[in-house]
T-cell receptor, first 114, second 110 residues
């Protein structure tokens, strides 16, 4: 299995631009989580989906952030417009219902907003 | 509120044993997990405790005491490659959402 796949690995953009981060979860996993990690705030859960349906988006900072999961194998996190304070590493993670407690993380997207 | 407390940094010597503690305060409890994250990498799962006691996986062990809202990760025979940050995380509800500690940076000296 290829694991959770995220793209791009690095993204550098200018303030005000739209940013789209992509994630392909592990096949068969029915939960998908978007996290943001910074030195100041640690790991923050932004939103998570179960069977492609958003369950809790209370961690999404503001209306500039949106996430979609059109099917079981693809999700996007969009920031529009981006701001310098959005600079962070964004992780996508997935897991399946039941079984063990493992949460599998993608390699992350290092986002820098100038 | 809900919170997890773990030391920000621990230093140990190669070949030694180190224990990283985690205390939690959550409205519910389904289990305590530990994750390892190397600099520039992603968190990777290490262990899980759903019930009281010790779980062992090779050089790593994890312990849980639900009555004390406390757990720890024990790393034995430390190797330089164990230098990383270690996070405890609690599943407070049945919906698999995790509450994360701030992480403990483990520094290993030769």
């Amino acid at each position: 299995d290829a694991g959770v796949i995220q793209s791009p690995r690095h993204e550098v953009t200018e303030m005000g631009q739209e940013v789209t981060l992509r994630c392909k979860p592990i096949s068969g996993h029915d939960y998908l989580f978007w996290y943001r990690q910074t030195m100041m705030r640690g790991l923050e859960l932004l939103i998570y989906f179960n069977n492609n349906v958003p369950i809790d988006d209370s961690g999404m900072p503001e209306d500039r952030f949106s996430a979609k999961m059109p099917n079981a194998s693809f999700s996007t996190l969009k920031i529009q417009p981006s701001e310098p304070r959005d600079s962070a590493v964004y992780f996508c993670a997935s897991r399946r219902t039941g079984g063990d407690e493992k949460l599998f993380f993608g390699s992350g997207t290092q986002l820098s907003v100038l | 509120g809900q919170s997890l407390e773990q030391p920000s940094e621990v230093t140990a010597v190669e070949g030694a044993i180190v224990q990283i503690n985690c205390t939690y305060q959550t409205s519910g409890f389904y289990g305590l997990s530990w994750y390892q994250q190397h600099d520039g990498g992603a968190p990777t799962f290490l262990s899980y405790n759903g019930l009281d006691g010790l779980e062992e996986t090779g050089r790593f062990s994890s312990f849980l005491s639900r009555s004390d809202s406390y757990g720890y990760l024990l790393l034995q025979e430390l190797q330089m490659k164990d230098s990383a940050s270690y996070f405890c995380a609690v599943r407070g509800r049945s919906n698999y959402q995790l509450i994360w500690g701030a992480g403990t940076k483990l520094i290993i000296k030769p």
